[in-house]
T-cell receptor, first 116, second 114 residues
Framework: KAGVTQTPRYLIKTRGQQVTLSCSPI?????VSWYQQTPGQGLQFLFE???????NKGNFPGRFSGRQFSNSRSEMNVSTLELGDSALYLC???????????????FGQGTRLTVV | GEDVEQSLFLSVREGDSSVINCTYT??????LYWYKQEPGAGLQLLTY???NMDMKQDQRLTVLLNKKDKHLSLRIADTQTGDSAIYFC??????????????WGLGTSLAVNP
């Protein structure tokens, strides 16, 4: 069974641009969560989508947005990129909504975004 | 608000035991997780424990929970070089209704020296 697939793996953008990252969850998984990982801040929760609805949202500015399609694939968009947005963006999928009892999250390898 | 804290680095010799510690603040009933992240990879669930348990053992891994002190530890017996990775502690509050989410520590980077 294929794992969580994130594309692209690496991305370089300039300040002010926008970027769209993609995540294909494991087949049958309806929950997709996005995280930002940086050395200083660790894993920061961005948002979770479940059956095309945003279920939960972290403390990120409105420049960060996402959506989920009917096939559970999810995209994350960051507009007006800043240098501080450089990070590894991880996507995780699960069968049920994240945080429910003993639900395992399966992570992709991440997209490494560098803003210059 | 909820918070999960871990020490950032741990270095051990191959064959020794590793103990990675984590403290959390949420006093509600929780599930507590240990995830492992190898270089260039996503996170992988190692094990989890519910807050009404004191201990859980799975092969070389032992999880100990001190609910009174809100302290969680992961012990890796006979640590191998392949165990070198970042280990994340995470918790979830099952009573938070639709606001349930995983709260993550910053991760402990484990270095295993031959």
């Amino acid at each position: 069974k294929a794992g969580v697939t994130q594309t692209p793996r690496y991305l370089i953008k300039t300040r002010g641009q926008q970027v769209t990252l993609s995540c294909s969850p494991i087949s049958g998984h309806r929950s997709v969560s996005w995280y930002q990982q940086t050395p200083g801040q660790g894993l920061q929760f961005l948002f979770e989508y479940f059956s095309e609805t945003q279920r939960n949202k972290g403390n990120f500015p409105g420049r960060f947005s996402g959506r989920q399609f009917s096939n559970s694939r999810s995209e994350m968009n960051v507009s007006t990129l800043e240098l501080g947005d450089s990070a590894l963006y991880l996507c995780a999928s699960s069968t049920r909504s994240m945080g429910r009892t003993n639900t395992e999250a399966f992570f992709g390898q991440g997209t490494r975004l560098t803003v210059v | 608000g909820e918070d999960v804290e871990q020490s950032l680095f741990l270095s051990v010799r191959e064959g020794d035991s590793s103990v990675i510690n984590c403290t959390y603040t949420d006093s509600s009933s929780t599930y507590l997780y240990w995830y492992k992240q190898e270089p260039g990879a996503g996170l992988q669930l190692l094990t989890y424990i519910f807050s009404n348990m004191d201990m859980k053992q799975d092969q070389r891994l032992t999880v100990l929970l001190n609910k009174k002190d809100k302290h969680l530890s992961l012990r890796i017996a006979d640590t191998q070089t392949g165990d070198s990775a970042i280990y994340f502690c995470a918790e979830t509050d099952i009573n938070a209704g639709n606001n349930r989410k995983l709260i993550w520590g910053l991760g402990t980077s484990l270095a295993v020296n031959p």
